[in-house]
């Protein structure tokens, strides 16, 4: 017998199935009728623009101008070497946020994503063809590989990479496909409950169920700001019960004593003041170009000496007035 509902079914039931090493499938139900849709969308859109990858960003090669020169010594021309080298997958093997890979080749070769592996990184594409080495030939070039989400043009990269480097499209998505199939299902003898079934599949820098919790979190992080205390009069969220605190997370960065390095990382991403670093997660920390893994652990034990560890919990109040003041100071 139906009845009159007060709030909306929760699903209770998740089933993972690994169909191979680089795809998934998850199951997940039941959810009302349209409930389905409005959680799957988004997840596979996060999925596809917001998980972390690493690509080929820039490339110098010695002898070569610009990208429609063409080198002795190697059948493919430069352009057609840089699209093959666009292909291949690299995974940076510790906490850096870039890293500047060379590489020489002698001839006769024929040049594969494996022959790129190294100590500081792993190619995970290993039979991805690059070019092939005519007998006699010399192949000299160096590679910069960054770590980041989505695309981004060559057009942006221009700027941000030293003179000499010719700067490639870089296709950071880790994410090769997702696909979900929405299926309607039983409960209690009603047939219009559903259930998502959702398909990953990856390029091997990271693995889908990594990706599908990374996705989570970012959903996570976009929603948060619907969960703070506000109001139309949110001056009010100014208590001076929280003055003390607020104050203190005010401060500019170089009063935590850090080294010049961990400064210096944090200064070039704009990070000003103490809060701003406060409202960040770990994992935001990390992606914060060129900090390493030592500076960030310098970083955390600054902050949990303040008693403000990163990841942990904020006051709703203070966590509003703290966003109010640091928009306003960095707006100045």
């Known amino acids: 017998m139906k009845t009159i509902k007060t709030t909306p079914y929760t699903p209770t039931d998740i089933s993972i199935q690994e169909i191979d090493k680089n ?25 596809l623009g917001s998980s972390v990858g690493f ?13 429609f020169d063409s080198l002795r010594g190697m059948m493919e021309d430069v352009t057609l070497f840089i ?4 292909q291949v997958r690299f995974k940076i093997t510790s906490d850096e946020q870039r890293v500047v890979m060379d590489y020489s080749f002698s001839g006769p070769t024929t040049l594969k994503g494996s022959d790129l592996n190294s100590d500081e990184v792993e190619v995970v594409t290993p039979d991805q063809y690059i070019a092939t080495i005519n007998e006699n030939g ?9 770590k980041g989400i989505g695309f981004v043009p060559s057009e942006d990269i221009r700027n941000i990479i030293p003179d000499g480097f010719i700067p490639i499209d870089a296709y ?15 409960v209690d ?7 998502i079934v959702l398909e990953i599949e990856t390029d091997g820098q990271i693995d889908p169920l990594s990706a599908f919790n990374n996705a989570l979190e970012v959903m996570r992080r976009q929603l948060s700001v619907f969960g703070q205390e506000w109001s139309v009069e949110s001056d009010r969220v100014d208590s001076t019960e929280y003055e003390a605190d ?15 390095r961990s400064f210096n990382c944090l200064e070039r991403a ?8 406060i409202l960040m997660s770990e994992a935001e920390l990390k992606e914060v170009k060129n900090l390493g893994k030592k500076s960030t652990d310098e970083i955390k034990d600054k902050l949990e000496e303040l008693g403000y560890p990163i990841g942990g919990t904020i006051s709703p109040e203070i966590l509003a007035a703290l966003q109010k003041k640091l928009l306003k100071m960095k707006n100045s």
């Open 172 to 186: 950071f998505t880790p994410v090769r496909k997702v696909t979900y199939q929405i299926e309607n299902m039983l």
């Open 189 to 195: 003898d009603d047939p219009n409950f559903e259930k």
């Open 23 to 47: 795809t998934t499938r998850i199951l997940a139900y039941p959810f009302e009728n349209g409930y389905a849709l409005t959680v799957a969308h988004p997840l596979r859109r996060l999925l």
């Open 270 to 277: 704009n990070i000003k003041f103490i809060g701003e670093i």
């Open 138 to 146: 010399v192949f000299n070039f160096s590679v910069i590989i960054e």
């Open 83 to 86: 699209a093959n080298l666009k």
């Open 55 to 67: 690509a080929p960003i820039a490339i110098r090669i010695e002898g070569v101008a610009h990208e």
């Open 246 to 260: 607020i104050k203190e997370l005010l401060q500019k960065i170089d009063t935590l004593g850090l080294s010049a």
